[in-house]
């Protein structure tokens, strides 16, 4: 046996569940994602990654600015699929288009739900040193991420992990996780679980000023900081009085330096925090390439007593 699907989802972290589906026993049968956008310095129009793939396996793709209006959902009803797996869309999807397919929506979701319900779950696992997080599908609901619980995996968050190292790992497990659900969805061998009330946690998005460092903040914190908002939103500091771009940092093991304060050597660059130093990786100061620290120390001349974020 095997389902028909219409598949939604638009960035590159769901490019490995879809290609995972066009791999399976089942049938996609077109595919839904955000309508084109305008990137880069040069504002040029780009498709999504998931768009790319779907024409490029000859697919129909669906691209509604709000996936309640009537043109798309008439689009879904003519296409009539079983069920509508989703991955990172980017939309709420209305009550109308829920009922449309015959097993609803499943969502792949990069959390062991209850925990990181919303749009950023692994940058908050990463944030909060979480040591072990995973993903789960589950029935999507008009309500944000708060539908039964299909299936789970685990995976360990490793200590140097950024949220793209996580993502990367979670996207291509969870494209497996996704597969079986639906496979077990056809065979008619799994049961709805409904979240536990308990355990609850919340992961907004996080945006440009969530990427600022405070330097007053122990070291440990501002490491997962950065590692969390890498790649995206960017880690960042201030240093005479222009932006400066961080990658991740090292836990120096030591604790010389007051909050901020920049230690400049041939080799490497410490800076202090609320508890213990820290080693710079790479930095990109404002308009330049990104380099490592002690080539931008040395380029800019760090004097002895400046600090980041000043």
């Known amino acids: 046996m095997s389902l028909r699907l219409v598949f939604a989802g638009t960035p590159q972290v769901a490019v490995p569940a879809l290609e995972a589906l066009l791999a399976s026993r089942h049938e996609v049968a077109a595919v839904v994602t955000r309508p084109d956008a305008r990137a880069g310095r040069g504002r040029r129009t780009s498709v999504s990654p998931v768009r790319a793939l779907a024409e490029e396996r000859g697919l129909p793709v669906l691209t509604p600015r709000r996936p309640s209006e009537p043109e798309f959902l008439e689009a879904l009803g003519q296409i009539a699929p079983d069920v509508c797996p989703v991955v990172a869309y980017g939309a709420l999807v209305p009550r109308a288009a829920l009922d449309l397919p015959r097993l609803g929506w499943v969502n792949l979701h990069f959390s062991l739900l209850p925990a990181w319900r919303g749009a950023a779950p692994v940058q908050h696992a990463v944030l909060h040193g979480d040591e072990v997080t995973g993903a789960t599908t589950f029935l999507l609901e008009e309500g944000l991420d708060t539908g039964p619980v299909l299936g789970t995996m685990t995976e360990q968050v490793r ?42 946690s919340e992961a907004p998005k996080l945006v440009t000023s969530d990427g600022e460092i405070d330097w007053k903040q122990p070291g440990f914190a501002i490491d ?20 400066l771009k961080l990658q991740p940092v090292e836990v120096a093991g030591t604790s010389e330096l007051p909050p901020g304060r920049l230690r400049a050597g041939k080799r490497e660059v410490l800076v202090g925090s609320g508890a213990g130093d820290l080693r710079l990786g790479t930095v990109q100061p404002q308009g330049k390439k990104a380099m490592a620290a002690a080539d931008w120390a040395r380029g800019v001349r760090v004097d002895e007593g400046e600090v980041l974020g000043g």
Request: charged share 25%; net charge neutral; glycine share 12%.
């Open 224 to 243: 997962r900081r950065v590692r969390a908002c890498t790649p995206a939103p960017g880690a960042w500091t201030t240093f005479r009085g222009e932006r």
């Open 159 to 200: 200590p140097r992990d950024t949220s793209g190292d996580l993502l990367g790992r979670l996207s291509t497990a969870g494209a497996g996780l996704l597969v079986a659900t639906l496979d077990a969805l056809d065979d008619g061998t799994v049961i709805p679980v409904p979240q536990p009330a308990d355990g609850v």
